[in-house]
């Protein structure tokens, strides 16, 4: 009888959920995931090693920029089994801690990702409005202080998450809208009482995404005030444009993660198919472009690149 209520209460699996409508073209769709995640974890990986292997990127930025590879890369790799696991082999069970662990790392890197955004407009902001103190300001052991404290924010913000899932009993459906186990999924499954569920949600949504995009905004407000003040268009147009890399990976990380959201809050009659899209697009093309952007706008990060791919004495 024990077991019988322990099994009521606590699923021992979820069911994951693939594309749905096109479970039969599953192997084909497979390909551009992996495509995807190949680029990323390839691209993130090669900015890893040029920043470490090039004595003359071991600044600030570059390190937070490490930093931004690092989660981007956590984001991946919490994802990438269960998902090529059902693209690939239709296996489509997760155990119920297992389950708990993925959702845990998966917003847990999410929000890591977000603090690092913050900390490169405030490495943005020190950089434009004080050069001359840039590098006292942003010393090696405060950037790894930094680093320490958006861990521990993470840790410590998502950790009562799971507890309070363990908590409900979940005697509903046990099936999963995506191939991945998030927060706003796992707490429509329950037949009991979410309120503290959802009002924890909202609190860690708005104490993490919400204050560091409120506080990237107010960021790039004192670096406009800071560059209108100079004198030469020529020399507002170059400053600026150190600024372009980090404004294209904060609108392709909070514009996919603000849709999910709203999709989450607002759009629970819409279709499967668009909590599916957006899941993914907000998990896996950030992660992707990242380096690719960074590649492209960032001259040091794109030699380095070049010399690591060029052979040795040419």
């Not at 090693?49 to 931004?68: G, N, R, T, W």
Request: proline share 6%; hydrophobic share 50%.
């Amino acid at each position: 009888m024990r077991t019988s209520n322990s099994s009521f209460f606590h699923p021992s699996t979820f069911v994951l959920t693939g594309i749905p409508r096109v479970e039969a073209g599953h192997i084909w769709i497979s390909i551009p995931f992996c495509s995807l995640y190949l680029i990323s974890i390839l691209g993130n990986s090669t900015i890893l090693f040029v920043i470490k292997a090039e004595q003359s990127l071991h600044d600030p930025m570059y390190f937070f920029l490490c930093m931004l590879a690092i989660t981007d890369m956590g984001v991946c790799l919490s994802t990438l089994p269960t998902v090529l696991r059902v693209m690939l082999f239709n296996s489509r069970e997760i155990k119920f801690d297992a389950c708990l662990a993925q959702m845990f790392f998966i917003h847990c890197f999410s929000i890591m990702d977000s603090g690092v955004l913050l900390v490169m407009a405030f490495d943005r902001f020190v950089a434009i409005y004080n050069p001359l103190r840039y590098a006292s300001i942003l010393t090696n052991p405060r950037v790894t202080l930094i680093g320490v404290v958006l861990t521990v924010r993470s840790i410590a913000l998502l950790v009562p998450l799971p507890v309070l899932l363990r908590r409900l009993p979940f005697c509903r459906s046990n099936v999963l809208a995506h191939a991945f186990c998030l927060h706003p999924n796992l707490i429509q499954l329950p037949c009991a009482d979410t309120t503290v569920n959802s009002v924890y949600g909202l609190f860690v949504l708005l104490a993490t995404f919400g204050l560091d995009s409120l506080s990237i905004v107010l960021s790039y407000v004192m670096i406009i005030k800071t560059v209108l003040r100079i004198a030469s268009r020529k020399e507002r147009l170059k400053v600026l444009n150190t600024c372009v890399s980090h404004i294209c990976a904060v609108l392709i990380y909070y514009i996919p993660m603000i849709g999910l959201s709203l999709v989450y809050r607002f759009g629970k009659h819409a279709s499967p198919l668009v909590h599916v899209l957006m899941a993914n697009i907000y998990l896996l093309v950030p992660p992707m472009l990242n380096p690719i952007i960074y590649s492209i706008k960032t001259k040091q990060i794109r030699r380095g690149v070049w010399k690591m791919l060029s052979p040795k004495g040419c």
